[in-house]
Nanobody, 111 residues
Framework: VQLQACGGGLVQTGGSLRLSCAAS????????VAWYRQAPGKQRELVAR???????NYADSVKGRFTVSGDNAKRTVYLQMNSLEPEDTAVYYC??????WGQGTLVTVSS
């Protein structure tokens, strides 16, 4: 099982980015995917998660700004991030089925 995360980059305050997390590997069914982030010097924190049925949860700090969605056919989960703030600067990771981590993708929000 491999998870490929991409979409990070440098954006100004108020800007938007969309992260993608694509799963590959035979006989792998995604039941749930979570997005975590880790800022320099801080612990990794849960940002958002989505279940196979489509239910979602968000950290309070991103509610109303971030949206997690999935495409089961493509086995890809997205994290749309709007109204980005410098505090959102971090390496973002996807985590599937509470077992598999993707490599991180860096998001940098400039003030």
């Amino acid at each position: 099982v491999q998870l490929q995360a991409c979409g990070g980059g440098l954006v100004q305050t108020g800007g938007s980015l969309r992260l993608s997390c694509a799963a590959s590997g035979s006989n792998f069914s995604i039941d749930a995917v979570a997005w975590y982030r880790q800022a320099p010097g801080k612990q990794r924190e849960l940002v958002a998660r989505i279940s196979r049925g489509g239910s979602t949860n968000y950290a309070d700090s991103v509610k109303g700004r971030f949206t997690v969605s999935g495409d089961n056919a493509k086995r890809t989960v997205y994290l749309q991030m709007n109204s980005l703030e410098p505090e959102d600067t971090a390496v973002y990771y996807c985590y599937a089925n509470w077992a598999y981590w993707g490599q991180g993708t860096l998001v940098t929000v400039s003030s």
